[in-house]
């Protein structure tokens, strides 16, 4: 009976010491390319308890263009209404074929980027709704399709990876240009 004890305090032990270092496995952000749900570290998998949404409704991307203009730069606006939000977090990344498309830039701390790829890095904290600006700067040379592919957290600021919802969408530019 005592080795079953001392297993089970053990148990405890170790499953204490791993959640919290789970919710905290990526503190400078999520990988870059999370946000394509079809790659296997995506933001799913370290945020969990319910399924990703897939397509979801809530995720917008306000914006782009519907031709875009080689080298021409597009404001956009990432928006999240959804009422589980406590906390809300997102990666955006913008591709074409296997290649990064274009550059992503922003004002101010909340945001940082790598090229085609941009996420947040100080959560949002407005209960039910998050807004973020960005700007998509197209690439020199448009030949082929471009794709957007958008992951937002709705988390609920326990400190854990459980109980978050990732919401994923994607967008895509025509694949002839004129």
Do not use: K
């Not at 305090?9 to 204490?16: G, K, N, R, T, Y």
């Not at 519907?66 to 591709?95: K, N, R, S, W």
């Not at 973020?132 to 400190?159: C, M, S, V, Y």
């Amino acid at each position: 009976m005592e080795a079953v004890r001392t297993s089970i305090a053990l148990l405890i032990v170790v499953i204490a010491g791993v959640i919290p270092n789970s919710a905290h496995a990526f503190p400078d952000g999520a990988p870059w390319g999370a946000a394509n749900p079809a790659v296997e570290q995506n933001c799913a998998a370290c945020h969990f308890g319910n399924e990703p949404v897939l397509d979801s409704a809530v995720l917008s991307l306000d914006g782009l263009p519907v031709m875009p203009t080689a080298g021409e730069t597009y404001a956009l606006t990432i928006t999240f209404d959804h009422p589980d939000i406590v906390i809300a977090g997102f990666q955006l990344i913008a591709t074409a074929g296997e290649e990064s498309a274009g550059t992503f830039t922003t004002s101010g701390d909340s945001m940082e980027f790598i090229g085609a790829s941009i996420r947040s890095v100080v959560p949002t904290t407005e209960r039910g709704r998050a807004a973020w600006q960005i700007n998509w700067r197209a690439p020199d040379t448009l030949n082929g399709p471009i794709e957007f592919f958008l992951a937002a957290a709705a988390a609920n600021n326990d400190g854990s990876p459980f109980g978050d919802t990732i919401h994923f969408q994607l967008y895509r530019l025509p694949q002839r240009y004129p």
